[in-house]
């Protein structure tokens, strides 16, 4: 039992870098005037994932920050974290992307790649 502990701490201590995200999911593919734009990941940390958030900019303005909750647990290390901005409108450029941070004392962060789309009607 000492081992396991001691094993654990030194991976928790040891982590130094964020989670891996490993498949990223936006819906609606092509997001139309009205819609709301879903995002889900999956991720994985050896420290377990403690949160996600995602982030918008709409048009140039501000990023804008968007909570994502847990929905699915595929091991004790990570899962599926999903969440959505407001709805958009024609013409609107939307940019998105996530950051995930680990559950280690320092709470490493990931960012997946920034996706833009330009709203149509």
Known sequence: MLVLVG?????IVDDVEGPTIYEIHIQPVEPMA????A????CIDPSGVSNAELRASVNGKDWETYQMNFYACLCLAGGRWIGSIDPVDSGDQVQVYVTAYDDSPTKNSADTEVFQYQIET
Do not use: H, S
């Open 34 to 37: 009205g819609d709301r734009i």
């Open 7 to 11: 094993t654990i701490a030194t991976l």
């Open 39 to 42: 995002v889900t990941i999956y």
